[in-house]
């Protein structure tokens, strides 16, 4: 009978093992990143346009020039954020413990919402109805930084539960891909041509 239950035992260990490295495993996926990303850099072509046609109203082509500096300004914080997140939330898996892990992705995670609220708020304020300086309508934007934030705060307590269930290697790879290029925001410079 002990027999029994040790194959039980050891079959559904390698059973976990085996799900937690899958990349595409619901405990392991990341997507919400490039999500994420892509979600930051749609903003800055409707910020502009918005701007535009302002600028076209006034006949005033200063509109637009000193609005991208400042959207540029405020794109570059939530740049260097982003990069600092990702970064911080793979050392928190890979250097603590599961109690400190959390902790530490709790803290880090609520920096990260709070540079996409200010965004968020500068970008809304900037972009709202004005009529007289002929903009008949919000922009609509599809960022939403308490969702983005939840999300992803979900996502990386995913991860480093099934980071525990990796080798130490394994575990460097899977958490080493929230770092790549595809994960990176584009340049401000590139997305305001």
């Given at each position: 009978?002990?027999?029994y239950?040790?194959?039980?035992?050891?079959?559904?260990?390698?059973?976990?093992?085996?799900?937690?490295?899958?990349?595409?495993?619901?405990?392991?996926?990341?997507?919400?990143?490039?999500?994420t990303?892509?979600?930051?850099?749609?903003?800055?072509?409707?910020?502009?346009?918005?701007?535009?046609?302002?600028?076209?109203?006034?006949g005033?082509n200063?509109?637009?020039?000193?609005?991208?500096?400042?959207?540029?300004?405020?794109?570059?914080?939530v740049?260097?954020?982003?990069?600092?997140?990702r970064?911080?939330?793979?050392?928190?898996?890979?250097?603590?413990?599961?109690k400190k892990?959390?902790?530490?992705?709790?803290?880090?995670?609520?920096?990260m919402r709070?540079?996409?609220i200010?965004?968020?708020?500068?970008?809304?304020?900037?972009?709202?109805?004005?009529?007289?300086?002929?903009?008949e309508?919000d922009?609509?934007?599809?960022?939403?930084?308490s969702?983005?934030?939840?999300?992803?705060s979900?996502?990386?307590?995913?991860?480093?539960?099934?980071a525990?269930?990796?080798?130490?290697?394994?575990?460097?790879?899977?958490l080493?891909?929230?770092?790549?290029?595809?994960?990176?925001l584009?340049?401000?410079?590139?997305?305001?041509?």
């Amino acid at each position: 009978m002990k027999r029994y239950n040790l194959l039980i035992v050891l079959l559904l260990l390698i059973f976990n093992v085996t799900t937690a490295q899958k990349k595409g495993s619901p405990a392991a996926d990341l997507s919400i990143l490039k999500d994420t990303k892509s979600k930051i850099e749609a903003t800055v072509p409707l910020v502009i346009q918005h701007l535009q046609t302002i600028a076209t109203k006034e006949g005033d082509n200063n509109i637009v020039n000193n609005g991208k500096i400042a959207l540029g300004r405020e794109y570059g914080i939530v740049e260097s954020e982003w990069f600092l997140y990702r970064n911080n939330m793979k050392n928190c898996i890979l250097n603590n413990s599961s109690k400190k892990a959390k902790k530490c992705m709790e803290y880090h995670n609520n920096m990260m919402r709070g540079t996409m609220i200010n965004y968020n708020n500068y970008i809304t304020n900037l972009t709202r109805k004005n009529g007289y300086l002929g903009v008949e309508g919000d922009t609509k934007f599809e960022f939403k930084p308490s969702d983005i934030a939840t999300k992803l705060s979900e996502a990386y307590f995913n991860a480093s539960a099934a980071a525990g269930r990796m080798k130490a290697d394994q575990k460097r790879d899977f958490l080493g891909q929230t770092m790549s290029d595809d994960n990176k925001l584009t340049p401000y410079a590139q997305l305001a041509q």
